[in-house]
């Protein structure tokens, strides 16, 4: 079964939670080590990084994300967004019974003038 869905967020919120993902994946690290490692609740990753959760990052946790990284300085965790709002669009891949999440998958990002 699959549902298609979307939702209207800040590009910078969203590009940075999909970049620190792909810095977490790279060190071989999993969402509970990387808010080991930042001091976090356990769980706080895995939430700011699904799509159906409205955590997000604050200004706190950047410097956190820095160090556990080993970044010196904030700059060195990404580039500045091209728009202030976008709508993104995810499809999401259940199992058989409907019940829970297989794979997430963003199909769409449009920018919001």
Do not use: C
């Amino acid at each position: 079964m699959e549902k298609i869905f979307t939702f209207e967020t800040y590009q910078f919120d969203f590009a940075f939670i999909e970049h620190v993902k792909t810095l977490r994946i790279s060190k071989g690290w999993s969402q509970e080590t990387l808010s080991i490692e930042m001091g976090v609740a356990k769980k706080f990753i895995g939430n700011v990084e699904s799509y159906k959760q409205h955590q997000k990052y604050s200004t706190r946790h950047i410097t956190l994300l820095a160090k556990a990284f080993g970044y010196k300085n904030i700059s060195e965790l990404m580039d500045f967004p091209q728009h202030d709002r976008i709508k993104v669009t995810v499809k999401q891949v259940y199992n058989e019974s409907g019940t829970k999440v297989m794979e997430s998958k963003v199909v769409g990002i449009e920018g919001i003038e």
